[in-house]
Protein backbone atom coordinates (compact mmCIF):
# COMPACT_ATOMS: atom_id res chain seq x y z
CA UNK A 1 0.00 0.00 0.00
CA UNK A 2 2.61 2.38 0.86
CA UNK A 3 5.30 1.24 -1.68
CA UNK A 4 7.87 -0.33 1.18
CA UNK A 5 10.42 -2.44 -0.27
CA UNK A 6 11.71 -4.18 2.81
CA UNK A 7 11.04 -7.88 3.34
CA UNK A 8 8.39 -8.90 5.58
CA UNK A 9 7.95 -11.97 7.41
CA UNK A 10 6.06 -14.22 9.74
CA UNK A 11 8.29 -15.85 12.62
CA UNK A 12 8.04 -18.51 15.26
CA UNK A 13 9.76 -17.14 18.37
CA UNK A 14 11.48 -19.03 21.18
CA UNK A 15 10.01 -22.32 19.93
CA UNK A 16 11.45 -24.43 23.36
CA UNK A 17 9.20 -27.53 24.21
CA UNK A 18 6.97 -28.59 21.70
CA UNK A 19 9.36 -28.51 18.21
CA UNK A 20 6.31 -29.54 16.21
CA UNK A 21 5.18 -25.95 16.49
CA UNK A 22 7.98 -25.08 14.16
CA UNK A 23 6.60 -27.77 11.38
CA UNK A 24 2.92 -26.65 11.83
CA UNK A 25 4.18 -22.72 11.56
CA UNK A 26 6.20 -23.39 8.44
CA UNK A 27 3.16 -25.59 6.71
CA UNK A 28 0.98 -22.67 8.13
CA UNK A 29 3.09 -19.86 5.87
CA UNK A 30 5.90 -18.86 8.23
CA UNK A 31 9.00 -18.32 6.51
CA UNK A 32 11.34 -17.86 9.76
CA UNK A 33 11.24 -19.43 13.15
CA UNK A 34 13.55 -19.38 16.05
CA UNK A 35 14.25 -22.88 17.93
CA UNK A 36 15.48 -21.86 21.81
CA UNK A 37 16.99 -24.81 22.96
CA UNK A 38 19.59 -22.18 25.16
CA UNK A 39 18.12 -23.75 28.48
CA UNK A 40 19.45 -27.22 27.63
CA UNK A 41 23.14 -28.40 27.74
CA UNK A 42 25.17 -27.37 24.44
CA UNK A 43 24.80 -31.13 23.02
CA UNK A 44 21.21 -30.88 23.56
CA UNK A 45 20.77 -27.02 21.90
CA UNK A 46 23.31 -28.66 18.87
CA UNK A 47 20.84 -32.11 18.57
CA UNK A 48 17.97 -30.36 18.50
CA UNK A 49 18.47 -27.20 16.68
CA UNK A 50 20.48 -28.94 14.21
CA UNK A 51 17.26 -31.24 13.28
CA UNK A 52 15.17 -28.04 12.68
CA UNK A 53 17.73 -26.89 10.12
CA UNK A 54 17.85 -29.74 8.25
CA UNK A 55 13.73 -29.65 8.76
CA UNK A 56 13.17 -26.46 7.56
CA UNK A 57 16.28 -25.05 5.25
CA UNK A 58 14.60 -27.19 2.30
CA UNK A 59 11.24 -25.71 2.99
CA UNK A 60 13.02 -22.06 2.48
CA UNK A 61 12.16 -21.13 5.98
CA UNK A 62 14.94 -19.09 7.79
CA UNK A 63 16.17 -20.27 11.07
CA UNK A 64 17.45 -18.57 14.09
CA UNK A 65 19.39 -20.42 17.30
CA UNK A 66 20.02 -19.04 20.68
CA UNK A 67 22.59 -19.49 22.65
CA UNK A 68 22.63 -17.72 25.97
CA UNK A 69 19.58 -17.47 27.54
CA UNK A 70 17.71 -14.25 27.11
CA UNK A 71 15.50 -13.87 30.23
CA UNK A 72 13.06 -11.35 30.87
CA UNK A 73 14.34 -7.61 31.60
CA UNK A 74 12.63 -7.92 35.25
CA UNK A 75 14.83 -10.50 35.89
CA UNK A 76 18.24 -8.15 35.07
CA UNK A 77 18.29 -6.22 38.00
CA UNK A 78 22.16 -7.07 39.16
CA UNK A 79 23.83 -5.07 35.94
CA UNK A 80 26.88 -4.90 38.25
CA UNK A 81 27.02 -8.81 37.07
CA UNK A 82 25.74 -9.22 33.87
CA UNK A 83 29.16 -9.59 32.34
CA UNK A 84 29.48 -13.05 33.75
CA UNK A 85 26.52 -14.18 32.02
CA UNK A 86 27.22 -13.05 28.13
CA UNK A 87 27.32 -15.22 25.49
CA UNK A 88 30.68 -16.98 25.56
CA UNK A 89 31.97 -16.41 21.96
CA UNK A 90 33.52 -20.06 21.87
CA UNK A 91 29.62 -21.46 22.66
CA UNK A 92 28.55 -19.09 19.90
CA UNK A 93 30.84 -20.72 17.47
CA UNK A 94 30.28 -23.94 18.47
CA UNK A 95 26.46 -23.81 18.19
CA UNK A 96 27.00 -22.46 14.68
CA UNK A 97 29.16 -24.58 13.04
CA UNK A 98 27.68 -27.47 14.23
CA UNK A 99 23.84 -26.21 13.25
CA UNK A 100 24.33 -23.71 10.29
CA UNK A 101 21.75 -21.53 10.99
CA UNK A 102 20.76 -18.48 9.39
CA UNK A 103 20.50 -16.14 12.44
CA UNK A 104 21.85 -16.51 16.17
CA UNK A 105 20.35 -14.88 19.35
CA UNK A 106 22.85 -14.34 22.24
CA UNK A 107 22.78 -12.46 25.91
CA UNK A 108 24.85 -9.34 25.91
CA UNK A 109 22.61 -7.86 28.63
CA UNK A 110 19.27 -7.79 27.25
CA UNK A 111 16.08 -9.18 27.86
CA UNK A 112 11.93 -9.51 26.35
CA UNK A 113 9.80 -7.36 28.06
CA UNK A 114 10.44 -3.94 29.53
CA UNK A 115 13.30 -2.73 31.38
CA UNK A 116 13.47 -2.16 35.03
CA UNK A 117 16.60 -0.67 35.47
CA UNK A 118 18.86 0.51 32.21
CA UNK A 119 20.57 -2.31 30.57
CA UNK A 120 24.12 -2.55 30.44
CA UNK A 121 24.45 -4.37 26.61
CA UNK A 122 27.52 -5.69 25.35
CA UNK A 123 28.23 -3.78 22.40
CA UNK A 124 32.02 -5.50 22.60
CA UNK A 125 30.47 -8.77 22.62
CA UNK A 126 28.56 -8.38 20.06
CA UNK A 127 31.51 -7.29 17.86
CA UNK A 128 33.08 -10.86 19.16
CA UNK A 129 30.63 -12.67 18.53
CA UNK A 130 30.00 -10.92 15.07
CA UNK A 131 33.19 -11.82 13.79
CA UNK A 132 33.83 -14.95 15.08
CA UNK A 133 30.52 -16.23 12.97
CA UNK A 134 31.37 -14.08 10.26
CA UNK A 135 32.75 -17.41 8.06
CA UNK A 136 29.12 -19.31 8.86
CA UNK A 137 27.29 -16.08 7.10
CA UNK A 138 24.99 -15.80 9.80
CA UNK A 139 23.52 -12.59 11.89
CA UNK A 140 23.31 -12.06 15.64
CA UNK A 141 19.93 -10.69 16.89
CA UNK A 142 19.61 -8.68 19.92
CA UNK A 143 15.97 -9.52 21.48
CA UNK A 144 14.90 -6.97 23.96
CA UNK A 145 14.13 -4.26 21.97
CA UNK A 146 11.59 -2.67 22.93
CA UNK A 147 12.90 0.24 25.50
CA UNK A 148 16.10 0.86 24.05
CA UNK A 149 16.54 4.44 22.35
CA UNK A 150 17.11 4.92 18.80
CA UNK A 151 21.24 5.54 20.49
CA UNK A 152 21.68 2.00 21.67
CA UNK A 153 20.06 -0.27 17.94
CA UNK A 154 22.85 2.50 16.59
CA UNK A 155 25.62 1.34 18.66
CA UNK A 156 24.23 -2.63 18.47
CA UNK A 157 24.33 -1.98 14.39
CA UNK A 158 27.79 -1.14 14.63
CA UNK A 159 29.38 -3.72 16.21
CA UNK A 160 27.73 -6.35 14.49
CA UNK A 161 23.91 -7.13 15.23
CA UNK A 162 21.57 -7.26 11.94
CA UNK A 163 18.26 -8.65 13.40
CA UNK A 164 16.50 -6.84 16.24
CA UNK A 165 13.56 -8.40 18.14
CA UNK A 166 10.94 -5.37 19.01
CA UNK A 167 7.82 -7.11 20.25
CA UNK A 168 6.93 -5.45 23.59
CA UNK A 169 6.40 -2.19 22.63
CA UNK A 170 3.91 -3.25 19.38
CA UNK A 171 2.15 -6.01 21.69
CA UNK A 172 1.43 -3.39 24.68
CA UNK A 173 -0.26 -0.95 22.04
CA UNK A 174 -2.58 -3.76 20.97
CA UNK A 175 -3.31 -5.11 23.79
CA UNK A 176 -4.19 -1.96 25.54
CA UNK A 177 -6.95 -2.22 22.55
CA UNK A 178 -8.34 -5.58 23.19
CA UNK A 179 -11.39 -6.10 24.54
CA UNK A 180 -11.32 -7.04 28.48
CA UNK A 181 -13.12 -10.60 27.63
CA UNK A 182 -10.66 -11.75 25.37
CA UNK A 183 -7.98 -10.57 27.40
CA UNK A 184 -9.60 -12.22 30.39
CA UNK A 185 -10.01 -15.77 28.50
CA UNK A 186 -6.35 -15.40 27.23
CA UNK A 187 -4.68 -14.80 30.98
CA UNK A 188 -7.19 -18.09 31.78
Known amino acids: KYGY ?8 DHVQKDLTLIDRAAKAGFSSCEVDLSRLPMEENIKGSAG ?24 LKDMEN ?3 YYTKVEDAVKLVEATRPDALAVFVGNGHGNY ?23 AVVLHGGSGLPPSEFNKAVAAGAAKFNYATSVSDIFFKHFPQELKAEMEA
Open 5 to 12: TVPVVVHQ
Open 52 to 75: IVMAMHPLGVSVEVEEGEIGFAES
Open 82 to 84: VEN
Open 116 to 138: VVEPKIGYDRIREITDAVAPYDV
